[in-house]
């Protein structure tokens, strides 16, 4: 059996660079930037018939003004086939909301990118910004890094955000927790052996998952093999902006990355996936 490859793409647009960034760092260019180079991941998905997944922030879908408005880029996006989901309205730290704000950052970046697709329930998925929180006080996941705890702040639990996006008819999130235990694998060097083997679970009705690779650089291709030796699912999260820094996520490594799927392709070794594409092939929904 093909090991399969669900790559998500993390699509802030130009309104996180506001909302999420030091003042000091905003780069008008980076904005511009990042929408051509949603351009160049498109091109290489056309050219190897990749299927992919664009967790793109809601704003972005709101009649406004450029570079913010970026409605086109989200239907060009979806008229290729790939999946939209949301990665929230405008790219809120989810541990610091209140009930009200998650429920209303949940339904309106839906609402908004299903407007702009025109076709409902098109969006089921859901990406946490910053891929906050972590802690999940009921699985013994705790994360300081989250800055907040649960159950005085609401949003500090992924247990809680889950319920949320069960009542919004989300279907699934890419959720980053890992429990006491985990975190004495992740130390010994065995996380991504248990991301790849145990990764796909379903809780309040929603399935849940951790990517397995974050950039295309080197240590991927270990991970990758394994997958394709197993014949395991395999996620990697990219961004579009990443494309233009000198970090793991960079063009040249990406274009290495993506002529090493063509050959697996290829060899019949490997399929590609949206989340949803995966979700509906592996039942995990029909299961519970």
Known sequence: MPAKLILIWDYDTPIAK????RPYDYDFNKCLEEAVNVDTIL?????????????????????????????????KIFQQGHEVASHSWKHEWFPYLTKFQIEKSLQRSKYILEKCLGEKDSIKGFVPPHDRPMSWPSKLAL????????PFHPGASLGYILSELKKQQYTWC?????SAFNKILDWKGGDYENRLTKNWKVNNGVVHFRGTYMGFDDPIYPILEKAVRKSLPIVIVGHPAGLSMNKSGNI????????????????????????????????????V
Do not use: C, H
Not at 51 to 66: D, I, K, Q, R
């Open 252 to 287: 040249q490594l990406f274009d290495k990355f993506m002529k090493k799927i063509e050959v697996l392709k290829k060899n019949g070794d490997l399929n590609t996936y949206t989340v949803s594409g995966y979700i509906d092939e592996s039942g995990l929904l029909k299961k």
């Open 143 to 150: 994360s300081m890094g989250d800055r907040a705890l649960y």
């Open 174 to 178: 890419r959720a980053s927790y890992r």
């Open 43 to 75: 091109e290489y998905a056309t050219a190897s018939s990749t299927l992919m997944t664009f967790a793109v922030v809601g704003f972005g879908a709101e009649e406004s003004v450029e570079p913010f408005d970026v409605r086109e880029k989200i239907r």
């Open 18 to 21: 506001i909302t999420a960034t």
